[in-house]
């Protein structure tokens, strides 16, 4: 069984950059697809991107596209989104979760273990 502690939220001025973390517990880790999603106020968790067990491969929402980095270190049970270019709407907490599907995977129900989340506000 794999349990997830996200951090590195918090305030952040639009155009700036935070780099969130996940801690992974647990020996199977390294066998999983790793996946970041975001709950807005008012609205339904959506994916934000995710990478394949060996990290070779990686997919992002295109709302994200280009600004934020999705990367993992299995030999230290890491996953981390680096968030560049930050916008007002990017505004949501941010949950890790894992999937033995492949990265392309965006569905909420193939993953599993979730972190209790990191909040991530963005100002004006």
């Known amino acids: 069984q794999v349990q997830l502690v996200e951090s590195g939220g918090g305030l952040v001025q639009a155009g700036g950059s935070l780099r969130l973390s996940c801690a992974a517990s647990?020996?199977?880790?390294?066998?999983?697809?790793a996946g970041w999603f975001r709950q807005a106020p008012g609205k339904e968790r959506e994916f934000v991107a995710a990478i394949s067990w060996s990290g070779d491969n990686t997919y992002y929402a295109d709302s994200v596209k280009g600004r934020f980095t999705i990367s993992r270190d299995n030999a230290k049970n890491m996953v981390y989104l680096q968030m560049n270019g930050l916008e007002l709407q990017d505004t949501a907490v941010y949950y890790c979760?894992?999937?033995?599907?492949?990265?392309?995977?965006?569905?909420?129900?193939?993953?599993?273990?979730w972190g209790q989340g990191t909040q991530v506000t963005v100002s004006s």
């Open positions: 647990g020996r199977t880790f390294s066998l999983y697809t």
């Open positions: 979760a894992v999937s033995p599907r492949p990265p392309t995977t965006m569905v909420l129900h193939a993953y599993h273990s």
